[in-house]
Every structure is written in structure tokens, then in C-alpha cells.
């Protein structure tokens, strides 16, 4: 590990202006490259105290042995050298993305004395036309065979096409109309490659041009009595019609233009791209990487420009490229667009319309594509394995942790106090396991009394299950009449917490309070992702790349989310507390019977006793009382729609899809097994 000022430049050595700078290690090999619009501001950052960088950056000025750097003229000519270097030494501390498939295009081949339609996959050649990414072959040999009615291109490879040409016999596409024959002399080759053009300029999204010209000449063969010919025209019609509906239009102004969202994490993006042609969805792809340095999402979008662009030029880039976050400066990014267009390149945030609902859907399949990635990784057995081996060794543990218990604490400013907790089982999660609390123990917030309180519950029922089975139990023993697990029936080998010191103290304090000395403790602290034990100064930092530190953030994030999903579910629900909760002896049959009849609590508290003692099952002791509690109780004060700013003036009414004045637990959207996890 090298000190950074071992190789510091001295002050006034580095140029305050723009340029491309490299650190390299000890073997002179670059595992770093970065840009700047002052090369001198930028590098001091790098060479501050190291308790003040963030953990990757310190691991990459660690490793690093030298730096260097190259001044040039403008921020385009950073962007562009940024881009060479990156491709040329691939460097390890660099945002890499990597295909998560090799995508196949279709490929005109515009190079050749003869051009071909093929599928291609890999680098792309110069003079070779491209259109998709397609998510399968199969979707571009169906796309072809209905165009090869109108534009009947060559298919074939090389050798069939040489055969035939020697043999003077075409193929069978060229016996069956859907190849115009070059070989054997059908067409010239100036009317094969306008073929090719034609068929090309279809692909790209230039349609309705075709199209007319068609129905035109379908009219005049009709007018001409040419039946059979006009009849092939239809079919001809029909088949392009038939072609252009396998993408469906997106924007209606037929515009050109790709769209980029990113979904990510502490340690992984996902980028998915969709291709824009003439207003319909043309392609799609999508990257994951590891982020190896500390990159904020403009970043991400930068690199993944520089990647889908940095050898493209023309109509291959698009007029517009719709992101989630524009880069940080942006002008030389869209001036470096611009460039490799040929024409201006407009790089914006879409803010409203149907160009805003697709950037949804890309992010959407961006988060999916995250999520697959992710279930992949940890749905295989050997690298779960590996996991928990290396948690096993990083916190010298006995054996490999098969039950790992996570706890978190949520709140909102002390309010609605909860804690969760989720349980892994050989690296994956079980969910009918999850357990959820309220803190009782105490009002407001303290994160650190919260987390001893919840340890202390749990490992206390615990120790009753173990005193009613039996230090021997079997597992029939630990399941209860319905033969389900009991709940703390199971101890775990690991217990983590979300937090520091602090939290991991009072984990321990908890346990060693129980007398339990058998189950191992450690936090997991977010924000610099370092792993804290009890009674040590220091924390262990597991590398990036470890899959144990995968597994535990996996863990964290797991329990953050069913703790904050639980928190705003109670918070929810007490916003929407009723009146009639308070009314004694009204049981939930009976308020759902009297919101039925009346429509709302507000109409409700407007009726007369007589009025009330129509709904089933009231009587009008019952009815008196209700009357009573509803004069007492205040109206609640008008709710807030919180995306709109809207103040709903009728908050009791009943709304879509809720029971008004009823009150109950919604179960967010995204999490429909949330009710597994039991409250305690």
C-alpha cells in the first residue's frame, strides 16, 4: 500500500486547465483515468487526508504508485481522450460496463458490391448499416422474411452467392419473389444496391413514403384491370403494415431518439437504453456494472454515453438523447454529440409528456434488469457458498453462518417507532420468517436504546422456546400446532445490525445481558460499508468485489426496506384514524356496515339517531352512542395531496380503492408479501 504524498506533484506542477490525468501502480500499469476542466483543482482532491476520502477512492490513491497528465485545448478534447485511454488501457478503478447479453443487429451490409441483410453481433465494421439492438435473432428473420416481399434484397452468404452465380441458378428465394437474383443477372447491380437503400431507409423509420407509393401503384394497376398485380401489391401493403406493427408507435411526432435510465445501488448500476426511430421503439440494450469508484448517477450517464457513442458517427447518433441526470458540465458532452452527428444533438431531462412516460418504462426495465442481475448473483449456490466463507473468515467465526438475523430501526423524527427483522438462510431470504416490532419500552427517538430493546425481545422469547423443548428438541418440537415454525424457535449464527458502534454495543450488551455467549455480532454501517464488531476500535472492510460484503449489504438492505415499509404503513394508518374507533363495543363488522349506508364518516356524523338506527345491527343505545362520540370527536383537519400540493377538503369522504373512515393497514405497492412478516 503506497503513502499518495510519496508521489504528490509539488505545488505548481499541475496546469490549471483542462487535460486527462492517469494514476498508475507500482508495475507502471494505469488503474485510473479521469478528466477535468482544471487538472490542478482536480488532483488536489485526490491528495487530501485520506480519513476525508471516500473508501474507493482511498483504495485506488493507495494502490496507486505515479500519476500523470496531458493538457489539451477544450473539455471536448478531455471527453474524447477520457474515452481513448479508458478503451485502451481499461483500467480497474474505471466504471466498465458490461453487455449483460451480446445483442444481436440487423446489418445491411453497404460495403459490399452486392449489399447483404444478415443478423451481425459484435464490434460493428465501417460501411455497414445497423438497426436495432433486437432482444432475440428470430424477431429480426421475421422482421426480414415479411420485408423481403417488397425488398427483395440478397440474403445469402458469400459462397451460395459465388455457387449460383458459376451454376447460373438462383437460390430458392430468388424461384419464390423474395430475392431479386444479382446473381444470375435478374438486376444490375445499381437496382440491387437501391434496393438496399430503400429497404434500409424503411428500416430507419422513413415508412409512409413506401407505403403511399404502393397504395398508388396499387391503384393504377387496379384502374388498369391488372388484378394479379395489384393483389401482390396489397399483400406487399400488408406485409409491411404487418412489419411496422412489431414495434409499436411511442411518440406520435415520429421522432428520432435514444433514452437512458440508470437504476442502482452502493455497489452496482444497470443502464438500459431504447432506440427511437420514427416514433417507434427500434432496440434495446442494457449494461450492468460495478461501480469501482465513487460516481454519482450523472456520472453513470456520462460513461454510458461515452460507451454507447464514443464510436458512432451520423444518424447512428440520434437529434435526441433523453437521460435521467445530465453530466456535470454538460455543454462539452453535447458538444462532443454534436461532433460525432455531424449536426446538433439536443441532451435534456424530459419533464412531461408522452417522452416522459417512456423515460418510466426505460427506468423501470432498468430496475429490472438490476433486480434479475441481483437474483442471479445470489440464486447460485457456489457463490453463496463463497459468501458466507469469507463472512465466516473476515469475522472468524467457528463455521459458515446458515442463519443470518438482520435489524433495523425506523422512525420519523421520533415518531411511529419500529424495528424489523429479516432472516437469511444459507445466503437467501426467508421471508415467512421476517418479524416486525413496535418499541414500547419508551417515547422518541433513540436508535441505540431502540436496537437493545428489540435484540432483548427476541432473544427472550428465545430462551423461553429453548426452556419449553429442550436443549435436545427436535424439529417437530419447534413447530407449533399448525406446523409452522414457532417464532424465535431458531437461533442464528450471526446476528447484524444496521449501524456503527453503537448499535452493534447495544446488540451485544443485550445478548450478554441474556447470557447468550454462542451467536456473533456485527453492524454494517451504510455509509462507508464497513463492518463493525463488538469491543474493537477499528472496523474490518471487506473489498469491494468480496462476495460476503454483497451478501451482508443484501441482508442491511433487506431489513431497511421491510422496517420502512412497516414505519410508513403505521404512520398511514394513523393518519387515517376514525372516529369510530373510539366508540365502545363497535366492532369492525359494524363500522363497515355504517360507512356502507352513509357513503362517509361526514354524512354519518350529519344523521339522526332514527337516521342511524337503519343500518343493520344497530340498535339505538348503539345509535345514541355513536351520535355522541361523532359530536365529540373534531373534524380532522383537511388532508394534503403530497405529489400534487391539492388540499383535499372532503378527507373523511370515501376515495377509490380505500373503505373511508375504516381504518386498516395498507399494504404498499411493491411489496404484496409484506404481511408474512408477524408483528410483535
Request: proline residues 5%; contains cysteine.
Amino acid at each position: 500500500m503506497a503513502d499518495p504524498s510519496s508521489y504528490r506533484p509539488r505545488p505548481g506542477e499541475i496546469p490549471d486547465s483542462p487535460g486527462v490525468y492517469k494514476f498508475r501502480d507500482e508495475h507502471r500499469r494505469v488503474i485510473y483515468v479521469g478528466k477535468a476542466k482544471s487538472l490542478r483543482q482536480r488532483l488536489a482532491n485526490y491528495f487530501q487526508d485520506l480519513a476525508g476520502l471516500h473508501p474507493r477512492t482511498r483504495t485506488m490513491v493507495t494502490t496507486a504508485a505515479s500519476v500523470e497528465w496531458t493538457v489539451v485545448s477544450t473539455e471536448v478534447e478531455a471527453l474524447q481522450l477520457e474515452y481513448s485511454w479508458i478503451k485502451e488501457f481499461d483500467p480497474r478503478f474505471n466504471v466498465k460496463y458490461r453487455d449483460d447479453k451480446s445483442y444481436p443487429y440487423l446489418a445491411v451490409t453497404m460495403n459490399e458490391e452486392y449489399p447483404r441483410v444478415q443478423v451481425m453481433r459484435g464490434h460493428k465494421k465501417k460501411g455497414v448499416r445497423y438497426f436495432g439492438p433486437y432482444g432475440h435473432a428470430w424477431a429480426i428473420r421475421d422482421t426480414v422474411d415479411l420485408l423481403l416481399r417488397v425488398f427483395p434484397v440478397r440474403t445469402c452468404s458469400a459462397g451460395v452467392f459465388k455457387n449460383a452465380a458459376r451454376t447460373g441458378r438462383p437460390c430458392l428465394l430468388g424461384y419464390i419473389g423474395k430475392c431479386s437474383a444479382p446473381c444470375v443477372g435478374r438486376v444490375s447491380e445499381e437496382e440491387h444496391r437501391e434496393l438496399a437503400e430503400e429497404f434500409s431507409d424503411f428500416m430507419a423509420g422513413r415508412t409512409g413514403t413506401y407505403i403511399r407509393r404502393l397504395e398508388q401503384r396499387m391503384t393504377e394497376a387496379a384502374e388498369e384491370m391488372e388484378y394479379e398485380r395489384a393483389a401482390r401489391l396489397r399483400d406487399d401493403i400488408e406485409a409491411l403494415r404487418k412489419a411496422m406493427e412489431k414495434s409499436a408507435v411511442v411518440l406520435a411526432d415520429a421522432t428520432d431518439a435514444d433514452l437512458i435510465a440508470v437504476a442502482e445501488d452502493e455497489l452496482e448500476a444497470a443502464v438500459q437504453i431504447f432506440h427511437v426511430r420514427g416514433g417507434r421503439v427500434r432496440g434495446q440494450r442494457g449494461w450492468v456494472t460495478d461501480k469501482v469508484e465513487d460516481v454519482t448517477t450523472a456520472a453513470l450517464v456520462e460513461h454510458a454515453l461515452q460507451q454507447l457513442y464514443g464510436e458512432e458517427t451520423g444518424d447512428s447518433v440520434p437529434k435526441e438523447v433523453l437521460v435521467p441526470a445530465l453530466p456535470d458540465p454538460v455543454e462539452p458532452v453535447q458538444q462532443w454529440l454534436t461532433d460525432r452527428r455531424g449536426s446538433n444533438v439536443s441532451l435534456r431531462i424530459p419533464q412531461r409528456g408522452d417522452k416522459k412516460s417512456l423515460m418510466e418504462t426505460v427506468a423501470r426495465n432498468a430496475q429490472q434488469s438490476l433486480i434479475l442481475h441481483k437474483t442471479k448473483r445470489a440464486s447460485d449456490l457456489t457463490t453463496r457458498s463463497r459468501a458466507l466463507e469469507e463472512i465466516s473468515e473476515a469475522l472468524d467465526l467457528d463455521s459458515a453462518p446458515l442463519r443470518i438475523e438482520c435489524y433495523d430501526i425506523s422512525h420519523l423524527q421520533g415518531d411511529d417507532v419500529v424495528a424489523s427483522m429479516v432472516v437469511f438462510e444459507d445466503g437467501l431470504s426467508r421471508k415467512s420468517e421476517y418479524r416486525r416490532f413496535q418499541i414500547k419500552g419508551f417515547e422518541g427517538q433513540d436508535d441505540v436504546r431502540s436496537m437493545h430493546e428489540v435484540i432483548t425481545r427476541r432473544f427472550r422469547r428465545y430462551l423461553a422456546e429453548k426452556e419449553k423443548t429442550g436443549e435436545w428438541a427436535d424439529g417437530d418440537e419447534l413447530k407449533d400446532e399448525e406446523g409452522r415454525p414457532k417464532r424465535f424457535a431458531y437461533p442464528p449464527q450471526l446476528v447484524v445490525v444496521d449501524g456503527g458502534q453503537p448499535q452493534v454495543a447495544a446488540a451485544k450488551k443485550a445478548l450478554d445481558e441474556l447470557g447468550i455467549d454462542d451467536i456473533a455480532v456485527c453492524g454494517l454501517a451504510k455509509r462507508l460499508e464497513e463492518v463493525w464488531l463488538p469491543d474493537e476500535d477499528d472496523p474490518v472492510v471487506l473489498p469491494r468485489t468480496s462476495e460476503g460484503l454483497y451478501l451482508l449489504q443484501r441482508v442491511r438492505d433487506e431489513a431497511h426496506r421491510f422496517a420502512i415499509t412497516y414505519q410508513r404503513a403505521k404512520r398511514a394508518k394513523r393518519f387515517r384514524a376514525s372516529p369510530l374507533d373510539d366508540v365502545p363495543g363497535l366492532g369492525e363488522a359494524r363500522k363497515q356496515a355504517l360507512i356502507k349506508h352513509f357513503g362517509s364518516v361526514k354524512k354519518l356524523r350529519s344523521a339522526t339517531i332514527d337516521q342511524i338506527c337503519e343500518v343493520p345491527g344497530i340498535g339505538r343505545k348503539t345509535a345514541e352512542t355513536i351520535a355522541v362520540a361523532l359530536a365529540q370527536a373534531a373534524p380532522a383537519a383537511p388532508a394534503v395531496n403530497t405529489a400534487t400540493g391539492e388540499i383535499m377538503d372532503d378527507m373523511e369522504d370515501g376515495a377509490p380503492g380505500t373503505t373511508a373512515g375504516v381504518p386498516g393497514e395498507p399494504v404498499p405497492a411493491g411489496a404484496p408479501d409484506e404481511r408474512r412478516g408477524q408483528e410483535t
